[in-house]
DNA sequence: GTGAAAGCGCTAACAG
DNA sequence: CTGTTAGCGCTTTCAC
């Protein structure tokens, strides 16, 4: 058995009630007792049991990061910032608990007793539910990424209509004119709103928008690629193609390849979410930086304060995105 | 303050006892009592506390994924694929928390009690002070991705080597006699294992080492541009790179188009790991897939057997690499 | 089949 | 400054 308080109170001939304020570092407790009660722990090697602290404390020291699905449309450098941000701020203390929402069968698992608090990293309102469910349970919660119908959470997000605006303005100023979208996975909110920057650039610029222009993409490679082909069929093509994100991005670019076409010569493509490869693909990738890691590292900020300090604060912060410009527009003269 | 069983015992006018072993679905209770208390727990919304049942059961329904590192040399893919693999394995009981080895400041609260299972991805030999602390504490363990020296664990590994060989074997078939190498973080054991691939393939056909052709790199894009970058001021420069993982690869084309050549008609490029957009990027990168997805698969259900059946299983597996067949490559006449 | 009682390891009044 | 006592919510003997 692994040794508790009670063996060091024994040890050291106090009760067990000193040790445990000495371990807890009481300010009501004798220096030099509270010196050697820690030595003799250390010299024990106790550990506390987290589940007995837990238990009378009320706390879990469990945090969740869950992501709307882990399946499809998540994708491998989002998640993998999300952790880096959260997992710098979090203390030893605390434990990260990642998980697809999706994964779960019934959120009955999921509640106060079990998380602290919660960071969800929505990407669509199918987790609206979620947000609901551990809102009702009061449990500190956190949505970053998708802005939440009616406001009543901690809410961080990235402005993702203005940054589509901007890429689609920077085609536009290099002189573009036919101008296609390849949007997100259906029902994600970050598809409409880049959707809506992308028309939004186009009706300021006076841009028409063409027929079948507009082709559905579900944020993955092979979604990107495909898409790419059916707008290759197209007889007067589009010029340049704004991608709702860099996965399909790169697929679009292979199909543009494989057709025997370059970019940017023949066609401009510009993506969206500036991934960790884009800028090393060839050609570099133009797109807009979304700033996953500062959101978490954020986020897991905020919501340990609302865990500590029990304070709440109730808004929408937006992240400001960022046009990166690289090698993959082409400036052209003509225009329709 | 949420509801116990005591409360649930009270309205069935039962005692906690039989509350408890209902719930737990004890095959001593009446079935019509068992049936009647399940219906009353679930009107009053019971979850059971977590904290309470790890103290008497001793479980805290924690499993911990724990990387060397997340702040360099993970690639997300990897990290991805191997959230996702242990994720579809474990059963809504468990939580999976995940971390980076080297983020902890003490090994402290890593113990039976707070986990009931560690997988760790391993890619240093800088973990193994962890992977001898898990094991002491006899915390059941899995060790995946890197071999362990002394074999005293669980262990499933990628055959790393053979993996290296088979692509600079491909390289040599189409006729390559000058391959350079760009190496992966020092330290990491699959480093060494690349390498040692890559130098077999050499010497199994009688291809010369040249000086030179052995650069560094540590498994990002930055470090992949910049071992390219310095091969390309090489005089007689090599006609094919074998670059220990895929990301670098990236970072290698970029290197060399912004050189002014072209991959594969100026220089070939191999890659290792077969990352997510590998497929996609032009040219498709030709590499060797690394099954992690199923790696992690295969070691979260032999951890959990571990865990529930007490079957400890102290052997190592390999698992198979393939050779990805891409557009990376050139096939040459010459020799040198 | 069911209940009474004990105890997991810890913290927190309360008393001194 | 320290100890006594109680209790967090649950499972598990042991008795009936």
Not at 207 to 225: H, K, L, P, T
Request: charged share 25%.
């Amino acid at each position: 058995m692994s040794v508790t308080i009670k063996d060091i109170a024994k040890l050291a001939g106090v009760s067990h009630t000193t040790v445990s304020r000495a371990l807890n570092d009481s300010p009501l407790i004798n220096p030099e007792t509270k010196e050697r009660i820690k030595a003799i722990a250390g010299s024990m090697n106790y550990t506390p049991n987290y589940s007995a602290r837990s238990l009378v404390l009320d706390r879990s020291y469990n945090l969740g990061l869950f992501f709307s699905t882990l399946h499809s449309g998540t994708s491998a450098g989002f998640l993998y910032e999300a952790i880096k941000g959260v997992n710098d701020v979090i203390k030893d203390q605390y434990n990260l608990i990642v998980r697809g929402i999706d994964d779960y069968k019934s959120y009955h698992n999921v509640n106060r007793k079990s998380f602290d608090g919660l960071i969800v990293m929505s990407q669509s309102r199918s987790d609206q539910s979620f947000i609901e469910y551990a809102t009702d349970k009061e449990i500190p919660l956190i949505v970053l990424n998708r802005q939440v119908d009616g406001n009543r959470v901690m809410n961080l997000v990235p402005d993702d209509q203005s940054g589509a605006f901007k890429v689609v303005e920077h085609l536009i100023v290099h002189g573009h004119r036919r101008i296609a979208i390849i949007e997100g996975k259906t029902g994600f909110k970050s598809t409409q709103a880049r959707r809506d920057g992308y028309l939004q650039a186009l009706s300021r610029y006076g841009v028409a928008i063409q027929d079948g222009f507009a082709e559905r993409g579900d944020y993955d490679f092979e979604s990107g690629y495909a898409a790419m082909s059916r707008l290759l069929k197209l007889e007067d093509g589009p010029t340049a193609v704004f991608c709702s994100n860099d996965d399909m991005a790169v697929g679009a670019i292979k199909a543009i390849t494989n057709h025997g076409l370059r970019v940017p010569e023949d066609i401009s493509v510009v993506g969206f979410d500036d991934d960790l490869f884009s800028g090393f693909m060839t050609p570099a990738l133009t797109t807009v930086r979304r700033p996953i890691e500062e959101m978490s590292r954020a986020g897991a900020v905020k919501l340990l304060s609302f865990i500590e300090k029990k304070e709440v604060e109730r808004s929408t912060v937006f992240f400001n995105t960022e046009l990166v410009v690289r090698d993959s527009v082409q400036t052209i003269s003509g225009g329709q």
